[in-house]
């Protein structure tokens, strides 16, 4: 079954320090996302990705934050100068629109 | 946004129980999918089910779309069933899922 791979699965980075999390969505999808999930809490909607573009964004999402499809396969989410409160899991997840989203196993991102 | 709420929040069993957990959503939604994170916190995909019911071995799920409820039926209850089980839903044209808070299992030997 295809997968959405995650890299790297933990990292752990300085307070101020930016940081790319990536992934390799599943090669015939053409919508991406990333979601956050702090330690304890409920999964969280980041940024969907369609077409090259944005389509949506939350209210988390802020210029702190930017995402890339640099090449045909990578899909990147971009933290600028980390802060103790980004913390979390964060999921990559691909979606062809009609059955449903395939997650990886996320990054786990632990700013000291 | 939609509200999505689970229950029971935390469901302690002993092996080999069955379980009921229910997810609720306010509004109509064209994505349902049930997930299980496990405890290294990968998000395993169980089902996608937007409308009627599904099985796979012990565990099935139904979703009742026009009453806006789904349930996922575990059956001979395993400790790896261990762990936290999420709905998430997709509203028509809104492009991201929903996830609810979750229900914490915990199977005991």
């Known amino acids: 079954e295809p997968e959405v791979t995650q890299t790297p699965s933990h990292q752990v980075t300085q307070m101020g320090q930016e940081v790319i999390l990536r992934c390799v969505p599943i090669?015939?999808?053409?919508?991406f996302y990333w979601y956050r999930q702090i330690l304890g809490q409920k999964v969280e909607f980041l940024v969907s990705?369609?077409?090259?573009?944005?389509?949506?964004k939350s209210e988390i999402f802020d210029d702190q934050f930017s995402v890339e499809r640099p090449d045909g396969s990578n899909f990147t989410l971009k933290i600028r100068s980390t802060k103790l409160e980004d913390s979390a899991m964060y999921f990559c997840?691909?979606?062809?629109?009609?059955?449903?989203?395939?997650f990886g196993s996320g990054t786990r991102l632990t700013v000291v | 946004g939609i509200q999505v709420e689970q229950s029971p929040p935390d469901l302690i069993l002993q092996e080999g129980a069955n379980s009921t957990l229910r997810c609720n959503f306010s509004?109509?939604?064209?994505?349902l999918q049930w997930f299980h994170q496990n405890p290294w916190g990968q998000l395993i995909n169980l089902f996608y089910?937007?409308?009627g019911t599904k099985q796979n071995g012990r565990l099935s799920a139904t979703t009742v779309a026009t009453e806006r409820y789904s349930l996922l039926y575990i059956s001979s209850s395993q400790t790896t069933d261990s762990g936290v089980y999420f709905c998430?839903?997709?509203?028509?044209?809104?492009?991201?899922?929903?996830f609810g808070s979750g229900t914490k299992l915990n199977v005991k030997p």
């Open positions: 089910i937007p409308s």
């Open positions: 090669s015939n999808h053409l919508y």
């Open positions: 509004d109509s939604v064209n994505n």
């Open positions: 990705f369609y077409n090259n573009e944005i389509s949506e």
């Open positions: 998430a839903v997709e509203v028509w044209n809104f492009n991201k899922f929903y």
């Open positions: 997840a691909s979606s062809e629109r009609l059955y449903g989203y395939t």
